[in-house]
């Protein structure tokens, strides 16, 4: 972020510092209706930002054109305006961007850039992979300084996508570089949950279909290095284990495969191990468990959680 950008951050097209009247000329109208509005004075920077966050956030590809031409600042936090446009306007709207100074990588806030954002949006995807944006970018996490730069070794993008995405935005960003060891991708995909479901407030029981769906995700971050049984290390209480996650997330179907693929149920992280989670879960993923080794002790009584396995070899 550049100091100058500070007087631009937090601005939105319905602001009351500006008459609604240009806001909607800029976001519906043509370039002629624009023109004639800002007359024959000199506008200020503010006065155009408005108009060119107004003009994004509708797709209007012409009035940015012109109010990018005419001397619009392109602060950096302007291009998450671009999100609000219809989705076949998205990568017109970035070129004029792009044109007129700003970068993929531009940071804005603490370091922060777009991309852990557009992760489900394909088309923008592949638009800032094209053109050079570093999947392995993201907000600081040691140095909060309003105007550094980002974290260079983050996984927030490959996570966040992971989450939610599909796998084809997973490959697209392990095709781009984004380095599985930066975090852990497998313990997020393994844990997602449905909008709205929070497993430390209940039971979480996901649709097959969803918990599915996350294991070609699984399957392509395991290809590209990921660890079954990697610890994750923060300070944070988490559950450690890409098992446990799964477990904490009711995901049986990604449970069984985390089994098939060397995870280990014993393994405990801050909320216990997979089995002990298991305690509160449902009966099938108590059988699940025991079907990949877990022993019933160790499931259905208070022990330890220190049985040995019975299974195969782990990751």
């Known amino acids: 972020m550049e100091p100058e950008d500070a007087?631009?951050?937090?601005?939105?097209?319905?602001?009351?510092?500006l008459p609604s009247p240009f806001q909607s000329t800029?976001?519906?109208?043509?370039?002629?209706?624009?023109?004639?509005?800002?007359?024959?004075?000199?506008?200020?920077?503010?006065?155009?930002?408005?108009g060119l966050v107004a003009a994004l956030n509708g797709g209007n590809v012409e009035a940015t054109r012109y109010l990018l031409e005419s001397g619009a600042p392109v602060a950096r936090l302007v291009v998450h305006n671009v999100l609000g446009a219809p989705s076949d306007r998205q990568g017109p709207l970035l070129d004029l961007l792009a044109d007129h100074g700003w970068s993929p990588n531009s940071p804005y806030y603490q370091g922060a850039v777009i991309l852990p954002r557009v992760v489900t949006n394909i088309s923008v995807l592949r638009w800032l992979l094209d053109h050079g944006v570093n999947p392995n970018h993201s907000t600081q996490y040691k140095y909060l300084t309003g105007t550094?730069?980002?974290e260079s070794s983050s996984c927030a993008a490959l996570e966040a996508a992971?989450?939610?995405?599909?796998?084809?935005?997973?490959?697209?960003?392990?095709?781009?570089?984004?380095?599985?060891?930066?975090?852990?991708?497998?313990?997020?995909?393994?844990?997602?949950?449905?909008?709205?479901?929070?497993?430390?407030?209940?039971?979480?029981?996901?649709?097959?279909?969803?918990?599915?769906?996350?294991?070609?995700?699984?399957?392509?971050?395991?290809?590209?290095?990921?660890?079954?049984?990697?610890?994750?290390?923060?300070?944070?209480?988490?559950?450690?284990?890409?098992?446990?996650h799964a477990v904490m997330a009711g995901a049986i179907e990604r449970v069984r495969w985390l089994l098939q693929h060397g995870a280990d149920p014993h393994l405990k992280g801050n909320f216990g191990s997979a089995m002990?989670?298991?305690?509160?879960?449902?009966?099938?993923?108590?059988?699940?468990?025991?079907?990949?080794?877990a022993t019933v002790k160790s499931i259905d009584d208070e022990g330890d959680g220190q049985e040995e396995t019975q299974g195969g070899e782990t990751n």
Do not use: W
Not at 7 to 17: E, Q, V
Not at 276 to 293: D, Y
């Open 162 to 244: 992971a989450t939610r995405g599909t796998a084809e935005a997973v490959k697209m960003l392990l095709e781009a570089g984004a380095e599985v060891e930066n975090g852990t991708p497998l313990h997020f995909a393994a844990g997602a949950s449905p909008p709205g479901a929070n497993p430390h407030a209940g039971r979480v029981t996901p649709t097959k279909e969803f918990d599915m769906a996350r294991i070609p995700v699984m399957s392509l971050l395991v290809e590209r290095g990921a660890k079954v049984n990697q610890r994750a290390e923060t300070r944070h209480m988490v559950p450690r284990y890409p098992i446990v």
């Open 148 to 150: 550094g730069e980002p």
């Open 26 to 50: 800029c976001r519906k109208g043509p370039v002629d209706a624009i023109r004639a509005a800002i007359g024959s004075k000199t506008p200020t920077p503010a006065f155009l930002h408005h």
């Open 7 to 17: 007087d631009y951050i937090g601005l939105r097209p319905y602001s009351s510092t």
């Open 276 to 293: 002990e989670c298991a305690k509160h879960g449902s009966e099938e993923m108590r059988k699940v468990l025991r079907e990949g080794g």
